[in-house]
């Protein structure tokens, strides 16, 4: 009759366990066992032992179900202290469960092996432009200089001058990481020979020195839309920094500032201005020419009695709609030019003009009456 213990007993599970659960319960009992941690101590290593032992059947599916249907007498339960098995033979069968737990990385996790260079996307780049009113409103052709990876020319962008003699880093078998092992804990680093890379190459392009890109500066135009707006962004595709051996290039962003004008400023897609007319001019109506941001003519008519601050609004004359089709407005907004200096003539004019159509006004809802009292000398 076997003496040794239940499997399932000995990982303290039941046995509807599922394999995370056994897993997870083995990783318990390791560490708790590890001899690390119990040095000197007989019956922890016993236990490890035993554990290893449970989870070494329990974890194989063939293995766990012989084990359920014959026990310990199963063709396939030959344990490890029937074939003698020692502390390294246990490390080396579950290499990848105690990488998995004391630190290092599980083999799904590793990274690929590589016999040369991986092609990589170049990274995408950003730069701010800035342009006048004027330009956003008509559009223009602008050139850009641009400090950035571009591919080697001495080598084609292959990094080496025989790209067949690259080949795979002997030390880390290509996963450009090498592993060790210190007492229970798990270590990797980068390969030392090939220094991370997975791969070796003799013959490295003297020009790139091996990188298969180098940095210069580079002058293209760019095309700017009409009605481009502030803060907006435009993509030049494949104009960012060169991709690694082969890789497609990254993209450039523009990033639009647009300075302010002294005498237009833009409101949405529509561009308003102000125009300064006389008195009479408000009051009689009146006909004037107004030069537009992109140097054309308007002709505004001033109907009798505009007030100041009055919206003209000129249909179609305005920004193009990035978003949409048309364009905006242009909308002229009157002022009043109050002269501080007249004439006696025109002084007199003045006061007369005041006596005819009187000094008393009536407020309009929300504002305020005023009464006249005197003119200031």
Not at 3 to 30: C, H, N, S
């Amino acid at each position: 009759m076997s003496t040794k213990r239940d499997f399932y007993e000995i990982l303290g599970v039941p046995k509807t366990a599922t394999p995370e659960e056994i897993k997870a319960a083995y990783r318990k009992q390791a560490l708790k066992y590890h001899p690390d941690r119990n040095p000197g101590n007989k019956e922890a290593e016993d236990k490890f032992k035993e554990a290893a032992e449970a989870y070494e059947v329990l974890s194989t599916a063939e293995k766990r179900k012989q084990y359920d249907q014959f026990g310990h007498s199963g063709p396939q339960m030959g344990g490890f202290g029937d074939h003698g098995m020692d502390m390294n033979d246990i490390y080396s069968n579950f290499e990848h469960i105690f990488k998995d737990f004391f630190g290092g990385q599980d083999q799904k996790q590793r990274k690929q092996k590589r016999s040369g260079p991986t092609p990589k996307k170049g990274h995408d780049l950003s730069k701010e432009l800035q342009i006048t009113l004027e330009e956003s409103y008509l559009g223009a052709t602008k050139e850009i200089t641009l400090y950035h990876y571009v591919p080697c020319t001495t080598c084609n962008g292959k990094g080496s001058t025989a790209s067949s003699s690259i080949t795979e880093c002997t030390e880390c078998h290509g996963n450009g990481q090498v592993g060790y092992r210190h007492g229970i804990f798990m270590y990797t680093q980068p390969c030392p020979v090939c220094h991370g890379e997975g791969y070796i190459n003799p013959n490295p392009c003297p020009t790139c020195k091996g990188q298969s890109r180098v940095q210069q500066y580079d002058k293209f135009n760019v095309t700017i839309p009409k009605g481009i707006y502030q803060g907006a962004e435009l993509r030049i595709g494949g104009k960012g920094d060169a991709g690694v051996f082969g890789g497609p290039s990254g993209d450039l962003y523009i990033r639009i500032s647009v300075i302010a004008n002294k005498k237009f400023t833009r409101v949405e897609d529509d561009l308003e201005c102000m125009i300064t007319l006389t008195y009479p001019q408000l009051v009689l109506g009146c006909q004037v020419e107004l030069e537009n941001i992109d140097g054309t003519k308007e002709t505004i008519k001033v109907s009798k009695g505009t007030k100041v601050s009055e919206r003209i609004v000129i249909p179609g004359k305005g920004f193009a709609r990035i978003r949409g089709k048309g364009q905006g407005n242009l909308v002229v907004i009157t002022q009043c030019d109050i002269p501080k200096k007249l004439s006696a003539e025109a002084e007199k004019t003045l006061i007369q003009y005041s006596e005819l159509v009187g000094t008393h006004t009536d407020g309009h809802e929300g504002s305020i009456k005023s009464f006249f009292k005197k003119f200031l000398g």
